[in-house]
């Protein structure tokens, strides 16, 4: 079992930054593919498969989505347990809930799909 805490979701201006937190315990040797994930209020009735990849460390390598390159960084603190998401010049349409999520093997790290550990969350809200 792994259970995953995030943290770190609030409302924020346009171009202003949030740091997350996503804090890992119970059988982190399960997890070797880690990242963050979101679906926004318009993908809710998608379920599952309306969550997006944004962030991931996977195998010492970090993937971003397209939309997030040069504003987000993912991050670990290993001795923690703890992956972090710093979000700056954050704009509107980043408005979402924001899951952490982990695994053990992965075919597209971006891909929520491959995903079997999640936590519940935290809301972030961009307004102009």
């Known amino acids: 079992q792994v259970q995953l805490a995030e943290s770190g979701g609030a409302w924020v201006e346009t171009g202003g930054s949030l740091r997350l937190s996503c804090v890992v315990s119970?059988?982190?040797?399960?997890?070797?593919?880690l990242g963050w994930f979101r679906q926004g209020s318009a993908n809710e009735r998608k379920g599952f498969s309306g969550?997006?990849?944004?962030?991931?460390?996977?195998?010492?390598?970090?993937y971003y989505a397209d939309s997030v390159k040069g504003r987000f960084t993912v991050s670990q603190d290993i001795a923690k347990n703890t992956l972090y998401l710093q979000m700056n010049n954050l704009k509107i349409d980043d408005t979402a809930r924001y899951f952490c999520?982990?695994?053990?093997?992965?075919?597209?790290?971006?891909?929520?799909?491959?995903?079997?550990?999640w936590g519940r969350g935290t809301q972030v809200t961009v307004s102009s």
């Open positions: 969550r997006e990849g944004v962030a991931v460390i996977s195998g010492g390598t970090t």
């Open positions: 999520a982990g695994t053990i093997y992965v075919t597209d790290p971006l891909s929520p799909d491959s995903y079997i550990n």
């Open positions: 119970g059988n982190i040797n399960a997890i070797n593919h």
